[in-house]
């Protein structure tokens, strides 16, 4: 029978597996990046000019922000397993993931100058940045609404 406790218990597994895949991934972006570079055919408003070495900067910056927000989700996580739902530290933890997914999103557009095609990638991080921060602002009211109630008891 699934639980809740299994639930949690999966979300943190499947959390440190993508952790461990995006550090593994971390030693082929240059590989892929000159890869990409040949077989691509999409222009930007760089025109033609090599992409290899911007995309590495995109994909080891979104790299850093990924593990950010992977070590953020963990911590939350962790919080959740002890109990600990509406508080101050998981608040912060959605500010934080809501902050890496925007920055990612950045960074996929400015990437997005040489090839608009990564310009769709950056709109999605960013409306998932957006989706964390509404998370993040109603577990901030839920934090105010659970302090409110401990001290009327």
């Known amino acids: 029978m699934w639980t809740k406790t299994k639930s949690l218990l999966l979300s943190r597994i499947l959390t440190m597996v993508t952790g461990g895949i995006v550090l593994i991934l971390t030693f082929f972006v240059p590989a892929f990046s000159q890869w990409y570079e040949k077989k691509s055919l999409g222009r930007g408003l760089f025109g033609e000019s090599g992409i290899a070495l911007p995309m590495c900067i995109c994909l080891y910056i979104c790299e850093i922000l990924a593990l950010i927000a992977l070590y953020e989700l963990h911590v939350l996580l962790e919080n959740i397993n002890r109990e600990q739902v509406f508080t101050q530290r998981n608040t912060a933890c959605l500010r934080r993931i809501s902050w890496a997914c ?35 602002n109603v577990f901030e009211k839920a934090v105010e609404i659970k302090s409110e109630n401990d001290f009327t008891v």
């Open 102 to 136: 925007m920055l990612a999103g950045a960074s996929f557009a400015v990437f997005g100058l040489w090839k608009f095609v990564f310009l769709l990638p950056a709109m999605l991080a960013v409306m998932f940045g957006l989706i964390m921060r509404v998370l993040k």
